[in-house]
């Protein structure tokens, strides 16, 4: 049975171990966090995924999954750590750094190293690379080194790890072939394969590629609203051409991905990379706007009630991380804009809002900000906020 251990137990790490764990692989997942290796341990989940919490109980009980705090010998070793942005938006590497630091010691000749995490172009090439050869290996001959970008989007990451297309991008033609036979064992999409770099420039186009589509709806919406026009019309009947595919505006972009990735394109070329930092910043600019849309409308009364529904970057899902939602209820109430109730029926509690169910939040409100299309939303009617002023960011409300 192969080996294969996984650093980072986090949303891509921990859906990947648990996989391979059923699909005849002995799996060791590492994580810096005891409390997520105990809960793992105990056949439970620290993040809400669909069908995850199953996956890892039957990884766990056949035995052929276990979290540990350190690495141990595998055959395959798979980095899926974070790499956020610090200052400056810069890339923040630390974590890539460091577990290929933990696992240098104890790679054996004939292992195969993938970095599955989203990484500046080079990061392969010039950070993990070099701190695998200072170690005393030979990458390329006898250590192989990859880098294969994960594409699972959150909410369907179960389905998209084994049936999304793969690209593998070997440090050498070598690391690329072991690499790619690895995923075609247990990947139904097709595995392509190229180089590192460009591998990693590929998943930062995805992501840039959305992130730019949503500016131009973000801008598109704007737009709309100057005009008194409904950019959900626009866009729709705009898309009916056969050629003309916009994306949907809304309160700004969210996740760890899109509104992280494309800041790593800009840090290497600043000068070159105008339109890609342009339309970060028409995303980041969305929150601010819709800020000042609710102290416009919120002027009108003396100290109104304001119901904002929705925290998570995106529909159905528990996730809060970069969530435009979550920044717009913080500078409500930084602001002082009126008195805030917030509802999101996918997490029981949060530590700076008090939750409430969403239509007692209509019910209490004068102002309701909609601000994530959960199905829970979408029941809403028109005719539940008469009287009431409704900002709906998402269009869900028709
Ligand atoms: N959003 C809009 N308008 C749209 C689409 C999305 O405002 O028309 C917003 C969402 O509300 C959310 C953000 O963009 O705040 C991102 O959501 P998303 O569903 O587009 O993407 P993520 O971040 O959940 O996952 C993306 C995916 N990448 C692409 O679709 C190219 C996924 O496949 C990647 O694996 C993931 O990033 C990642 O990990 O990089």
């Known amino acids: 049975m192969k080996k294969v251990c996984v650093i980072g137990l986090g949303y ?9 764990g059923t699909k005849g692989y002995e799996v060791l997942g590492v994580d810096v966090d005891t409390r997520v290796v105990e809960t793992i341990n105990r056949g439970e ?3 809400v995924e669909p069908g995850l919490d199953i996956l890892v109980r039957s990884a766990i009980q056949s035995g052929n999954l276990t979290a540990a705090l350190e690495p141990a010998e595998a055959d395959i070793f798979i980095l899926a750590v974070s790499t956020p942005f610090k ?13 290929s630091r933990r696992i240098a010691p104890v790679l054996k000749p004939g292992n195969l190293v993938i970095l599955e995490s989203t990484s500046p172009v080079k990061t392969t090439e010039d950070v993990i690379a070099p701190i695998l050869r200072e170690a005393g290996h030979k990458v390329g001959e006898d250590v192989f080194v990859a880098h294969c970008p994960e594409r699972v989007l959150p909410g369907r990451i179960l389905t998209e790890l084994v049936e999304n297309d793969r690209i593998v991008g070997g440090i050498n033609e070598a690391s690329a072939e072991v690499a790619a036979e690895f995923y075609r064992e247990f990947v139904s999409g097709e595995v392509l ?5 460009t591998a990693e420039f590929s998943k930062l186009a995805e992501n840039t590629f959305r992130d730019v589509n949503i ?21 729709a009947l705009a898309n009916r051409h056969p050629r003309v595919q916009i994306l949907q505006p809304g309160p700004g972009v969210g996740g ?12 290497r070329a600043p000068e070159q990379a105008r339109l890609i930092r342009t339309a970060r910043e028409v995303n980041d600019g969305k929150i601010g706007w819709v800020v000042d849309k609710v102290k416009s409308c919120a002027g009108r009364f003396k100290r109104p009630v304001i119901a904002c529904l929705g925290l998570a970057f995106k529909a159905d899902i528990d996730d809060l991380r970069e969530s435009p939602a979550v920044k717009i209820v913080n500078r409500l109430i930084a602001e ?7 509802s999101e029926p996918n997490i029981k509690s949060h530590d700076r809002f008090t939750l409430i169910g969403y239509e007692e939040a209509v019910v209490q409100a004068d102002i309701v900000l909609l601000l994530v ?6 029941r809403l009617k028109a005719i539940d906020f008469k009287e009431k002023i409704l900002i709906d960011t998402r269009g869900v409300v028709r």
């Open 373 to 378: 299309d959960h199905r829970e939303f979408k």
């Open 12 to 20: 891509i790490g921990l859906p990947t171990a648990s996989l391979l």
């Open 336 to 342: 002082d804009v009126g008195q805030i109730v917030v």
């Open 45 to 47: 989940v620290h993040i």
């Open 256 to 267: 760890h991905c899109i509104a992280v990735d494309p800041w790593f394109l800009v840090a």
């Open 215 to 235: 500016a131009l709806a973000n801008e598109i919406s704007i737009l709309c609203d100057r005009e008194g026009i409904n950019p959900w019309d626009v866009i």
């Open 87 to 99: 200052e400056g938006y810069q890339p923040d590497l630390s974590q890539v750094e460091a577990a």
């Open 193 to 197: 394969v190229t180089d590192a770099a």
